[in-house]
């Protein structure tokens, strides 16, 4: 996915938000490009909707500035905010045809009719609503009502839309349809979208950009192979995705690669970038879908493991070993390889991992 550049749509400057002693957004600093599908992705309490809250005006910021377009928004009420939000219940109103709802907030900013009904059109037809026009919406699924949601909120052409975990209520199969039309609506209205989401898989499929946050910070932006192939710190590799975590040892380091030490003078050879010194310690991540998996040869090299458990997943298979050590590390192979096929459960195999497939982490990151 093209990462989005050009004018800023929204700046948040060194924002702080405080709820008493409670320091909910802790010196936040992002900036969210015009026309770009940004993600804020973290668990339940790491501060992602508060932010959200404080770019639509809901809360007001302790520290710090926000700006949408260059203009600062400290003293702009809510209602006065070129922005629209989703929200996760939906909140139609009850009482209002599906072309009611969509036309409420383009009624409210005084359009003539004619044009009115012209936008209300379009509108419908942008989401396949068209013969759902004159339903309320309890007439109407989970789905049609999230699609009336979002247009209601689109039709008004806001500069930046805020969509509050809008999948949420949506089961498997529906979120994962949704997650296209979604993303299909943002490139085709051309609105810069902030997505919040607990969602890792949501935001991985649909963002141009993501800020992993925890604890009230932003850990890491970027795309999402960025955040997944290369992650900062430790707190964004146990979230996004599985992931396994050995401690490591530097015994050589050069600009282009890296010797390491792991589970009892095991080495391997890393290509990612390793800011310890020789002789210091730190922590290598490996994906699961990374480790390879064979039976235990003379004369083959690898890490001994013991094969514990494994999972059919139907599109892959789950496969968990234990080193020598005690240490677990989870492999994933897709059904259509025949990697590990045919190794019974409790035989010694060998885990083997290309270089370029393991992530440096230090200590003090």
């Known amino acids: 996915m093209t990462q989005k550049t050009g004018p800023i749509a ?21 900036s969210i490009y015009d026309n ?3 993600t804020l992705l973290g668990p339940s309490g790491c501060g992602k909707t508060t932010l959200l809250r404080l770019i639509a005006g809901f809360e007001a910021t302790t520290e710090g500035e926000i700006l949408l ?7 702009l009420p809510p209602n006065r905010r070129p922005v629209n939000t989703v929200f996760q219940n939906y909140a139609l109103f009850p009482h209002m045809t599906v072309a009611e709802n969509i036309g409420f907030g383009i009624r409210m900013k005084g359009v003539p009719e004619a044009k009115r009904l012209d ?3 379009r509108m419908l037809k942008l989401v396949r609503l068209t013969e759902h026009a004159h339903k309320r919406p309890a007439q109407l699924s989970g789905g049609q009502q999230q699609r009336a949601a979002l247009v209601r909120a689109i039709a008004p052409s806001p500069k930046v839309l805020l969509l509050d975990e809008p999948l949420s209520a949506l089961d498997l199969k529906l979120r994962q349809a949704m997650r296209v039309e979604l993303k299909q609506l943002q490139q085709e209205t051309g609105i810069t979208f902030i997505f919040v989401t607990h969602d890792q898989e949501e935001a991985l499929a649909m963002s141009d950009r993501i800020a992993v946050m925890s604890d009230g910070v932003i850990q890491q932006v970027g795309s999402a192979r960025e955040i997944y192939e290369h992650p900062r710190n430790r707190i964004v590799a146990n979230f996004i995705g599985e992931t396994n975590l050995l401690e490591a040892v530097v015994r050589f380091r050069s600009d282009n690669s890296s010797l390491l030490d792991i589970e009892e003078g095991f080495q391997v050879e890393c290509r990612d970038r390793v800011s310890a010194k020789v002789g210091e310690r730190g922590q290598v991540l490996i994906r699961p879908e990374k480790i390879g998996i064979s039976a235990a ?10 094969l514990v458990r494994s999972i059919y997943l139907g599109t892959d298979t789950q496969f968990e ?13 897709q059904n259509s390889s025949e990697a590990g096929e045919g190794v019974p459960i409790g035989s010694t195999v060998l885990a083997t991992f290309a270089p370029d497939a ?3 982490l230090s200590d003090n990151e």
């Open 119 to 121: 936008t209300v059109d």
């Open 69 to 75: 377009f260059g203009k600062d928004l400290r003293n």
């Open 36 to 38: 770009e599908f940004f």
């Open 358 to 360: 393991i992530r440096w």
């Open 297 to 306: 040869n003379v004369g083959r090299d690898g890490l001994e493991c013991k």
């Open 321 to 333: 070993l234990k080193t020598r050590k005690g240490l677990t590390l989870i492999a994933r192979h």
């Open 10 to 30: 929204v700046e948040i400057r060194h924002v702080v938000k405080q709820f008493g002693s409670f320091t909910a957004i802790r010196d936040a600093h992002l």
